[in-house]
T-cell receptor, first 111, second 116 residues
Framework: GQNIDQPTEMTATEGAIVQINCTYQ??????LFWYQQHAGEAPTFLSY????GLEEKGRFSSFLSRSKGYSYLLLKELQMKDSASYLC????????????FGKGTTLSVSS | GAVVSQHPSWVICKSGTSVKIECRSL??????MFWYRQFPKQSLMLMAT?????????EQGVEKDKFLINHASLTLSTLTVTSAHPEDSSFYIC????????????FGSGTRLTVV
């Protein structure tokens, strides 16, 4: 079977750093994606990892360890607008196939 | 960048009626479109994959006669919820796979369906 686990909820304060973890057990692996989703809206793409290591993109960074089936999304200098759901998704097969999503982590940023 | 236009954004329909949701790729050709359903506080669950020129592929447990998917052209994919029931009320969203130098999957804006 396939399983993608993330914490359900996290809270943090403005200006802080938060790390959202994701573990996965899938039949195949061809990339891990992080998306941000505000309530009632479409997910927006944040990052993509297919090789081990850290990918940095402004205030957001994502890390992947394929041997451990583990990824994290790091958000720095948190802002109120970062309050959203963060979705971890795995592509199991070749490019062009569907993503399988975790349940998402709801992040609440307070002042 | 790639844009997928999804309509309608929200729809309320009576139980037993059918509702059609459209997804159009505006500035690229999408030979494949993924359809997801999301219940409140739940993840996006893949329902089916539509392919231009061939039959859609449905995930296990999804009724193909209830959720009709058509990929009429390289820029249009539709999902029709037939004989809708209140339990079909959900957020439906389409997604096109990456192409060229774009890594991320492009999502439509979603359709909130409420069946009364």
């Amino acid at each position: 079977g396939q399983n993608i686990d993330q914490p359900t909820e996290m809270t943090a304060t403005e200006g802080a750093i938060v790390q959202i973890n994701c573990t996965y057990q899938t039949s195949g692996f061809n990339g891990l994606f992080w998306y941000q989703q505000h309530a009632g809206e479409a997910p927006t793409f944040l990052s993509y990892n297919v090789l081990d290591g850290l990918e940095e993109k402004g205030r957001f960074s994502s890390f992947l360890s394929r041997s451990k089936g583990y990824s994290y999304l790091l958000l720095k200098e948190l802002q109120m607008k970062d309050s959203a759901s963060y979705l971890c998704a795995v592509r199991q097969n070749q490019a062009g196939t569907a993503l399988i999503f975790g349940k998402g982590t709801t992040l609440s940023v307070s002042s | 960048g790639a844009v997928v236009s999804q309509h309608p954004s929200w729809v309320i329909c009576k139980s037993g009626t059918s509702v059609k949701i459209e997804c159009r790729s505006l500035d690229f050709q999408a030979t494949t479109m993924f359809w997801y359903r999301q219940f409140p506080k739940q993840s996006l669950m893949l329902m089916a994959t539509s392919n231009e020129g061939s039959k859609a592929t449905y995930e296990q447990g999804v009724e193909k006669d209830k959720f009709l998917i058509n990929h009429a052209s390289l820029t249009l994919s539709t999902l029709t919820v037939t004989s809708a029931h209140p339990e079909d009320s959900s957020f439906y969203i389409c997604s096109a796979p990456p192409f060229g130098r774009i890594y991320g999957y492009t999502f439509g804006s979603g359709t909130r369906l409420t069946v009364v």
